[in-house]
């Protein structure tokens, strides 16, 4: 699929859009449906600019700040994680990248959880070397998360402190070392829907293992505070086009999607999405588990209906 063939798909009725992105979700990954939960383990008093982030120390906003967390905290909470029925738990720090001990911390927790908790481990630690990965991955670490977050073009316009190439050689690091490689990004930053086409064609390019998609919720104190939300429709679309692009990885919904979707949640599991994150967002709390848990149950099985369908049909 190219840029061309992705506009086109943007300009097709909405009902007809979702339909095919929900044909292309059970026919490459059945009714799967994948959740995780993420643990902001360092917060706050961040290096870089990134214009949405409540975690930059260039802004004032409000949000927590502390060192990192004891391995002890970690496991606790990855526990908390496979009883709630998360499959996979992220070890989430701010700042541009872990300095040497923190990383040895970081490995230590991650061989601490897999021993104790049994559950997948990822982490998203900012830009890391090849070395810190192959680290984290001997530490029994599964996959690692480092987002693109918006286009290559557009990316200088919400990010000055590093530049999208730094993003893409770690990911491309990543799976060098043998991890499986979660990104995505935000969608909602006044990008254009060319802009989104184009990060859903370079994810594909680099050949991740998960997307995740956020949806912007604007964060007082930061230059996107007063920008307009996207529109319920131009979500379900880019869901949509992402699925039609990667067709066969989990496409996980993730911060932004209880205020931006509303009661419009479901939805995004109609148009092509197959993944969640539960449990909060970060600096932004989120619905409660049991809420997420019995939707994912209704999805299910609306999805094996649908299957039925298309197997008959």
């Given at each position: 699929?190219n ?16 339909t ?44 927590a ?8 905290d ?5 526990l ?9 738990f992220?070890?989430?720090?701010s700042?541009r ?10 490995a ?8 104790r908790?049994?559950?997948k ?5 900012g ?8 680290t ?15 286009s ?14 730094e ?31 184009a ?5 594909r ?109």
């Open positions: 699929m840029p061309d063939q992705t506009r086109e798909l943007m300009d097709m009725p909405l009902r007809d859009l979702m095919m992105a929900l044909e292309a979700k059970l026919g490459e990954r059945g009714d799967s449906f994948s959740l995780c939960t993420i643990m902001n383990v360092k917060s706050g008093r961040c290096s870089e600019d990134c214009a949405f982030c409540a975690q930059s120390s260039r802004y004032r906003t409000g949000a700040v502390y060192s990192l967390v004891s391995v002890d970690m496991v606790t909470r990855a908390e994680a496979k009883e709630a029925g998360a499959s996979r992220s070890l989430v720090a700042g990248g872990p300095a040497s001990r923190e990383l040895d911390i970081l230590e927790a991650v061989c601490q959880i897999r021993a908790a049994g559950i481990v990822c982490a998203s630690l830009i890391v070397d090849r070395q810190g990965l192959e984290l991955k001997a530490a029994g670490l599964s996959r690692y998360h480092h987002n693109l977050e918006t290559e073009a557009f990316f200088p316009g919400i990010v000055s402190s590093h530049t999208y190439r993003r893409v050689d770690t990911i491309r690091a990543a799976k060098e070392v043998g991890l499986e490689v979660c990104s995505g990004g935000i969608i909602g930053l006044g990008e254009t829907a060319v802009d989104r086409m990060m859903a064609l370079a994810l390019d680099l050949g991740v293992d998960s997307v995740p998609l956020n949806i912007l919720v604007p964060i007082e104190g930061t230059p996107l505070a007063d920008l307009s939300g996207i529109a319920v429709e131009e979500i379900l679309r880019t869901i949509a086009v992402f699925r039609l692009v990667n067709p066969g990885i989990p496409l996980r919904i993730a911060g932004g999607r209880d205020g931006t979707l509303a009661d419009f949640q479901a939805m995004a599991f109609w148009a092509g999405a197959d993944a969640m994150l539960i449990g909060g967002y970060l600096t932004v709390r989120g619905r409660s588990v049991d809420m997420d848990l019995s939707l994912v149950g209704e999805m299910k099985r609306l999805w094996k209906g649908e299957m039925k369908n298309m197997n008959e049909s």
